[in-house]
């Protein structure tokens, strides 16, 4: 019988570039500058690794295939390196290897390193789509990019709650300017400026109903994690944190082909986040969940989450929004470290860099937007579109 | 009997008026100006995809298994090699043992294609040809040509049973009369001098073709109910029927005003117009001009009132329309303008024809699935069942969503897509009967959009590869069109 990997790995290390446009750095500075913290940080020498995960998504298109730009920028001893690439979920998927193999007995220590330098692919937001589609999918997928792809989520919901897009831009404003104010403290974050929500409404229009700040960074930067067997992390550190669980779920096709879905929600986040919930033993996430970084590349995906994570009821996730229930000194707090709004979006690293804030909330690092005496943390990464995605629901605690 | 068994039109929506063409261009050549509208192909079209959306028209409620011909009768193909025929016959979703041939090179190509298919179904070696005319003539900026070509389609089918308009006799004239011309490679035609043209062709070669019909067929031009000959020339249009002896009654009324003149088109256009009012018993001469000129005469059947009114038609296109208030846009539209495509419009993927090769009833078809076991249709094929309590595995049969009415059930307009006409409007669509699928909407205003808006399927150019020299070809979703009854 499985028995999943409920505190059977801890994390003992992390690190996390400055995000941003990094004009200054390539990926092997990103990669070296996010390892060298978490090795520092766990107290271990490189000769202490056992293996590695390498997640990348179009860095591809700048260091190239496979995880050897990974191995070779570290120095890597002949060790086992594996890059995964999992969509915008790369950096929880190359995580989650580590955690699996570790849980698996199979070693003690392993990496999981994850970066991505957006800014060096010529493109303002993410690199033309078509090409990675497939040779079938690009003769018949719609001229689309990420940004369209969501704001048919907001059309949907929009439409299905009897919202205005007045009414429902405004809301979805607020999400993005409680970011901004939490980013605008962060150091390490790419956009470091509060915005208000009359400039939020106010902005250019990307993909209709979602403006310039309904969408996230696009940015470069990297992130580490060091994971060990849980019964020794205490040894290098009083402070580990535990994997309660990471899961991740695939869409099978049915939102885009079959017609039951109606399009206000994302159906993998349902299923992946109640997995994710019954493996770490939560039954009411509204009242146990104590901080979250959730993906948010666009207002609307952050809006929907908090519905499809079970923490608002369908439909009311506004009224949490108005009732600053998600703002840093709110019940839940979300994206205390900016999000991917403000923190940015580098796509392999995301993942890693929404649990290095977990990481550091627990460890009473997170200065001044330190999170009082957080029970579970949980972290959220979606890749692809609502209609054809797949989530990454992980739950640590202490 | 052989003759004509359905008829169909395309009209592309966007119409820009006459005068705001002169007032872009007019400073250039000020004897340019001629009133009303004509109708501009969005950036997403040419002739083959309007040649499809005629045949979809005209082969409206009929089966499609039963088409053993496809002609294709234009002067614009998008290639020069790889046949526009065929590419029509694998968007219609007809069988591949069949024959195709594009008829070409001259505006006469519409009748000629015509007598071609009418001169197969007589000889018994086919039973149901299908003819597509289309053109996208562009001229010059600042030309007449440019005030006066349109675009546009007609398709026909022809065949021995249910004919509508049976086929009477026709007399052509040819000529190699050199009154524009277009070497390989060129963009633009070359024209001899207007005079010439009228004088020495357009007004002799219709009339010639027209008396050589009437004693072909026995009959008299009185007795003609209708003769259909292309407008190029407004004074001269009326001399030919002056010459011929056509009462009032007997002339059309040209879609040079609403259209424009749209080359092989124009004479099929005219006479789908025609077949459109006709009755039982009227004889309808066409006439193609170009190159010498095709004159062919149909004669009513009893049989039209069965069709009348299921298709768009002519009719049906001219009122769906788009005012295109922007000479700029046309003028990109056509490439006559190099805009900037910022580099997610240079960057165009690569096409793998192996690929298309295998999915083409999928692709240029929109050819689903349909399982078997559950009856669920969906987009794209599929081998296992999609309905989360099925999955069936191997038990589905093609489905073809390209008739298929269906509703957006939600959409975008993106800016930040590379589009010839921001923002790239995109969406998902119900179909009734079942299946969804994301898909482009062209078309449309953003602003017209909505949930739920009612939407067709209209075959188009989804991307031009301009270093493979590639058109790519898919479907999107338009607001749907009316039919007239």
Excluded at chain 1, 92 to 119: F, M, P, Q, T, W
Excluded at chain 2, 185 to 193: C, H, M, S, T, V
Excluded at chain 2, 437 to 455: H, I, N, Q, R, Y
Aim: with cysteine.
């Amino acid at each position: 019988m499985a028995e999943g990997i409920k505190d059977k790995v801890a994390i003992i290390g992390m690190g996390c570039t400055r995000f941003g446009e990094r004009w200054d750095a390539g990926s092997e500075d990103l990669m070296v500058e996010a390892f060298k913290e978490a090795i520092e940080d766990a107290g271990i020498e490189k000769k202490d690794l056992q293996a590695v995960w390498f997640g990348s998504c179009m860095d591809e298109v700048n260091v190239g295939k496979s995880a050897t730009p990974l191995s070779l920028a570290l120095k890597l001893p002949y060790l086992p390196v594996t890059r995964v690439e999992n969509f915008c979920a790369t950096g929880s998927e190359a995580l989650r290897g580590a955690v699996y193999a570790v849980a698996s007995g199979a070693y003690d220590i392993c990496l999981a390193l994850g970066s991505e330098k957006l800014k060096d692919t010529g493109y303002a937001g993410l690199p033309e789509f078509s090409h990675n589609l497939g040779t079938k999918n690009r003769l018949i997928f719609p001229n689309m990019t990420a940004p369209g792809g969501f704001a048919m989520l907001a059309t949907r919901y929009f439409d299905k709650y009897g919202l205005s897009p007045d009414e429902g831009k405004e809301i979805l404003a607020m999400v993005s300017a409680k970011s901004h104010k939490n980013g605008a403290g962060n150091p390490k974050a790419h956009l470091r400026k509060e915005v208000t929500v009359e400039q939020i409404l106010k902005a250019p229009m990307v993909a209709w109903p979602l403006g310039l700040f309904d969408c996230c960074g696009v940015s470069d930067g990297a992130a580490a994690a060091i994971v060990c067997r849980a019964d020794m992390a205490k040894n290098f550190r009083p402070d580990p944190v535990y994997v309660k669980s990471m899961q991740i779920a695939l869409s099978s096709g049915e939102e885009m082909m079959y017609t039951d879905w109606d399009g206000t929600y994302v159906k993998s986040a349902v299923k992946c986040s109640a997995r994710a919930y019954d493996e770490a033993g939560i039954k009411n996430p509204r009242e146990e969940i104590s901080m979250m970084e959730v993906h948010d590349c666009f207002s609307i995906t952050e809006l929907v989450t908090y519905e499809d994570l079970g923490i608002s009821p369908r439909g009311k996730a506004g009224n949490d929004v108005r009732d600053g229930f998600f703002n840093l000194d709110g019940k839940i707090p979300c994206q205390p470290d900016g999000g991917l709004k403000c923190f940015g979006h580098p796509i392999g690293a995301s993942g890693l860099r929404m649990m290095y804030e977990m990481y550091k909330q627990f460890q009473g690092k997170a200065g001044e937007r330190q999170i009082e005496d957080p029970r579970f943390g949980l972290t959220h990464n979606m890749g692809g579109f609502p209609a054809m995605n797949l989530i990454s629901v992980n739950i640590v605690g202490l | 009997m052989s003759g004509i068994v359905s008829y169909g039109a395309y009209i592309p929506k966007y119409r820009i008026d006459r005068k705001l063409i002169y007032k872009s261009m007019g400073w250039l050549n000020p004897a340019t100006f001629m009133p009303g509208e004509k109708a501009v192909a969005n950036y997403d079209e040419d002739s083959v995809t309007m040649a499809v959306a005629a045949g979809i028209d005209c082969l409206t409620e009929i089966d499609r298994t039963g088409v053993d011909a496809v002609f294709f009768a234009t002067a614009t193909s998008p290639y020069a090699e790889r046949q526009g025929a065929e590419i029509i016959a694998t968007a219609l979703d007809c069988r591949s043992d069949i024959r195709t041939a594009d008829i070409t090179d001259t505006p006469k190509a519409g009748t000629t294609a015509l007598l071609s298919a009418v001169d197969a179904v007589k000889a018994g070696s086919i039973k149901k040809a299908m003819v597509c005319a289309a053109d996208m003539r562009v001229g010059k900026a600042g030309s007449a040509q440019e005030e006066i070509f349109g675009d546009g389609a007609a398709a026909l089918l022809l065949g021995e049973n249910d004919v509508v308009a049976e086929y009477a006799g026709a007399f052509s004239v040819s000529y190699d009369f050199v009154d524009h011309w277009r070497s390989a490679g060129d963009q633009f035609d070359q024209q001899w001098e207007d005079r010439f043209i009228r004088d020495a062709g357009y007004t002799r070669f219709i009339v010639e073709a027209t008396e050589g019909l009437a004693k072909a067929c026995g009959i008299q031009k009185t007795d003609m109910t209708q003769v259909i000959y292309p407008c190029l020339y407004a004074g001269d249009f009326k001399k030919i029927a002056r010459t011929l002896g056509l009462s009032a009654s007997q002339m059309i009324t040209p879609l040079l005003g609403q259209v424009g003149y749209t080359g092989t088109a124009d004479p099929l256009m005219h006479l789908v117009m025609a077949l459109e009012e006709a009755t039982p018993g009227d004889k309808i001469a066409v006439v193609g001009y170009g190159a010498g000129a095709d004159a062919v005469l149909f004669e009513v059947t009893e049989e039209i009132e069965k069709i009348r009114g299921k298709q768009k038609g002519i009719t049906g296109h001219l009122t769906a329309k788009r005012e295109l208030k922007s000479y700029e846009k046309m003028a990109a539209f056509r490439n006559l303008l190099h805009t900037e495509k910022g580099i997610r419009g240079e960057n165009v993927a690569f096409t793998a024809f192996s690929t298309l090769w295998k999915n083409r009833r999928e692709v240029l078809g929109l050819v689903g699935s349909f399982c078997e076991a559950c009856g669920t249709p969906q987009y794209p094929v599929q081998r296992v069942c999609v309905k989360p309590d099925c999955g069936a595995i191997d038990e589905m049969a093609p489905y073809r969503f390209s008739d298929r009415k269906g509703s957006l059930f939600t959409y975008t307009g993106d800016n930040l897509a590379f589009s010839p006409d921001p923002p790239a409007i995109y969406g998902f669509v119900d179909f009734e009967g079942g299946g969804r699928f994301w898909f482009d909407v062209t078309d449309v205003d953003l602003e017209e959009a909505k949930v739920g808006m009612p939407v067709e399927m209209s075959f188009r150019k989804k991307y031009v590869d301009e270093k493979f020299g590639i058109h790519g070809y898919f479907w999107k979703a338009v607001p749907a069109i009316r039919r007239i009854s």
